[in-house]
């Protein structure tokens, strides 16, 4: 029998999980198999080659490309500074003579007799890749990167936009139906993550930005804030590359929405520990969602490992979020999966299931409108 895929939300008080930490390039791996790292370690290191930037010489002292050898007072493999001289013509009688300035500083990487062009490239630029966890080097993945894996709990969202950043987990608010407003933010969530409930007014974000915060975390945030905070209209591709100064994630959705029960009270109970926060989020050709991973030391007494790929599959008792109107944002329990297909308002014939919301109510609604909230 076929199955429809349907996407995982998970929010899990303790699991076992790993990331890989790849560089760009290979490069120089500086840590062991077996070692404990802290998230803010580098790991692994390497050099990207520097832009580069084409002078054409022969033309601008005049000379044919053949010749490009006797006006050069550089070669292939040294170093100028830039404004330094790096060719000059003989002149007129040793008079009169020509030169070509380095544009740059860097190094004279070729030159080219058939083009009479020299071409040099900046110096290279450093790249460091941190450990983003706190946890053990469990495989050494050789001049690329390394695997680590931690314990702990684990809750994705929705959507988010920034990058990875780390700091304390602090709370703005009481309820998870409390607006986070700029009287809830003062100089005290420097470096903090912020917790807010079901919406982030944009002066809050603002005023979040302005006193140094690493993250801001809420149920939801209207579009319209969101591109005025950014300063432009988002794409629908992956984010996560955002130069805004901070880092949000939407815990449910677009609008206003009151953060999950289970969510707020579990980043609750996480006040004041160390979080490894990243809002990259990909809807399309693999789905990635935006994170929070808090390391714990303690043990839960049943534990789970988080598969970071897949999602799960429905059954009866399965807690799940609705993600298309006319129930958007409401989350419920799967009571039943019926297996014939069904009819909807749109005429066509599509798997359902009937779901339980918190208030009670029974719904029945295509099975693509949900996603699993895993427990």
Do not use: W
Request: proline residues 5%; aromatic residues 4%.
């Amino acid at each position: 029998m076929a199955h429809a895929y349907t996407p995982g939300l998970k929010v899990l008080a303790y699991t076992v999980l790993t990331k890989q930490r790849r560089l760009p390039l290979p490069g120089e791996i500086v840590v062991e198999k077996g070692s404990k790292v802290s998230a803010e370690q580098v790991v692994a290191r390497t050099n990207l080659p520097g832009n580069v930037q084409t002078v054409n010489v022969a033309g601008l002292l005049g000379v044919l490309p053949a010749e490009i050898d006797d006006v050069m007072l550089k070669k292939p493999g040294e170093r100028c500074c830039k404004e330094e001289v790096c060719a000059q013509s003989k002149g007129l009688f040793g008079l009169f003579k020509s030169q070509v300035k380095s544009p740059i500083e860097g190094e004279i990487e070729s030159i080219s007799k058939i083009t009479g062009q020299v071409i040099l490239r900046e110096p290279p630029i450093p790249v460091e890749v941190i450990a983003y966890i706190d946890g053990e080097v469990t495989d050494i993945i050789k001049k690329e990167g390394v695997e680590i894996r931690t314990a702990g709990s684990f809750i994705q969202g929705i959507f988010g936009i920034g990058g990875e950043t780390i700091g304390e987990i602090a709370m703005a608010v009481d309820d998870p139906n409390d607006v986070l407003t700029p009287d809830s933010i003062d100089k005290s969530f420097k470096d903090k993550v912020i917790i807010g409930g079901s919406i982030a007014e944009y002066d809050a974000l603002e005023k979040a930005r302005d006193v140094g915060a690493k993250g801001v975390v809420v149920g939801g945030i209207e579009d319209q804030d969101l591109k005025r905070f950014m300063g432009y209209d988002i794409g629908v591709a992956i984010t996560g590359s955002e130069n805004v100064g901070i880092t949000l994630i939407a815990t449910e959705g677009f609008g206003k929405l009151r953060m999950a029960e289970r969510t707020f009270e579990l980043l609750k109970s996480l006040v004041g520990r160390k979080t490894s926060m990243n809002g990259a989020t990909q809807i399309r050709a693999g789905v990635m969602r935006p994170e929070l991973i808090v390391p714990l030391e303690t043990k839960a007494v049943t534990k789970k490992t988080a598969d970071l790929s897949t999602g799960s599959g429905l059954e009866n008792g399965t807690k799940v979020r609705i993600i298309r109107e006319p129930y958007f944002g409401l989350i419920g329990r799967v009571v039943d999966l019926p297996v014939a297909l069904s009819k909807i308002d749109t005429e066509a014939k599509v798997r359902v299931l009937d779901v339980e919301l918190e208030d009670k109510r029974k719904v029945t609604l295509p099975r693509a409108n949900v996603e699993i909230i895993e427990e």
